[in-house]
C-alpha cells in the first residue's frame, strides 16, 4: 500500500517571503499522480498543483511549484511570494492511475502560517 | 465548473437516530464519489468509494452496516449515519470524479456532524 508522510506538522513564513512544504511517499508504481491540496479554515479542498509521475518536468501554477524527485519519492511544495491568504493546512496526496476509481492517500497535513 | 454541493453543511442529531447527508455533483456526471471523514486537526481518511449503480466499496474498518452509502444517479450519493453516536461527530467531505482523464476528484465542502 501506498504511504504519504509529511514530516513538518507546522510551518511559518513572512508574506511575501518564500517556503517550502516537504513530502515523501512510498510506491512500488511507476506512474502515478501527487497532489498537494489547500484546505483553508474554511475546510473546503481546494487543489494547488498536480504532478504527472512519468512527466520530467516540475508542474507550476503562479506562485507554487514543485520539486519533484522520483527517485528519493519526494515531492516538495515552494509558495513563492508568500501572501496572507496562504495560510491554511496543506494536504500531500497520491493517487494511483490504474483504474478510473483509483482513491487519494493523503498525508498528515502541513499548518502554514503567514504573518506579516 | 466541477462543483460539488452537500447537505446539510451543519447537522446536529441526538444519539441513537440516523443522518443522512448528500452528496452532488452540480455541472457534470460523477461516475465515483467517495467519503472521507475529518477529525479535527487530522488528515482526511477515506470511508468507501461509490461507484453509480453498483454497492460501495468501504475502507478496511469501516462498518458497512453504520454508515450506509448510496449512489443511486450519476449526480448523487448519499451517506447514511445509522444509529449515531458521539463518538460519530466529525466533518464528512464527500468528493466526485467525472471518469475521464485525468479522472480529478472534486471536493464537496463538507457537513459537520454532531451526535448529542
Known amino acids: 500500500a501506498q504511504t504519504v508522510t509529511q514530516s513538518q506538522p507546522e510551518m511559518s513564513v513572512q508574506e511575501a517571503e518564500t517556503v517550502t512544504l516537504s513530502c515523501t511517499y512510498d510506491?512500488?508504481?511507476?506512474?502515478?499522480?501527487l497532489f498537494w491540496y489547500k484546505q483553508p479554515p474554511s475546510r473546503q479542498m481546494i487543489l494547488v498543483i498536480r504532478q504527472e509521475a512519468y512527466k520530467q518536468q516540475n508542474a507550476t501554477e503562479n506562485r507554487f511549484s514543485v520539486n519533484f524527485q522520483k527517485a528519493a519519492k519526494s515531492f516538495s511544495l515552494k509558495i513563492s511570494d508568500s501572501q496572507l491568504g496562504d495560510a491554511a493546512m496543506y494536504f500531500c496526496a497520491y493517487r494511483s492511475v490504474t483504474g478510473t476509481a483509483s482513491k487519494l492517500t493523503f498525508g498528515t497535513g502541513t499548518r502554514l502560517q503567514v504573518t506579516l | 465548473g466541477a462543483v460539488v454541493s452537500q447537505h446539510p453543511s451543519w447537522v446536529i442529531c441526538k444519539s441513537g437516530t440516523s443522518v443522512k447527508i448528500e452528496c452532488r455533483s452540480l455541472d457534470f456526471q460523477a461516475t465515483t464519489m467517495f467519503w472521507y471523514r475529518q477529525f479535527p486537526k487530522q488528515s482526511l481518511m477515506l470511508m468507501a468509494t461509490?461507484?453509480?449503480?453498483?454497492?460501495?466499496?468501504?475502507e478496511q474498518g469501516v462498518e458497512k452496516d453504520k454508515f450506509l452509502i448510496n449512489h443511486a444517479s450519476l449526480t448523487l450519493s448519499t451517506l447514511t449515519v445509522t444509529s449515531a453516536h458521539p463518538e460519530d461527530s466529525s466533518f464528512y467531505i464527500c468528493s466526485a470524479s467525472p471518469g475521464t482523464y485525468p479522472y480529478e476528484q472534486y471536493f464537496g465542502p463538507g457537513t459537520r456532524l454532531t451526535v448529542t
Open positions: 461509490s461507484n453509480e449503480g453498483s454497492k460501495a466499496t468501504y
Open positions: 510506491t512500488s508504481e511507476s506512474d502515478y499522480y
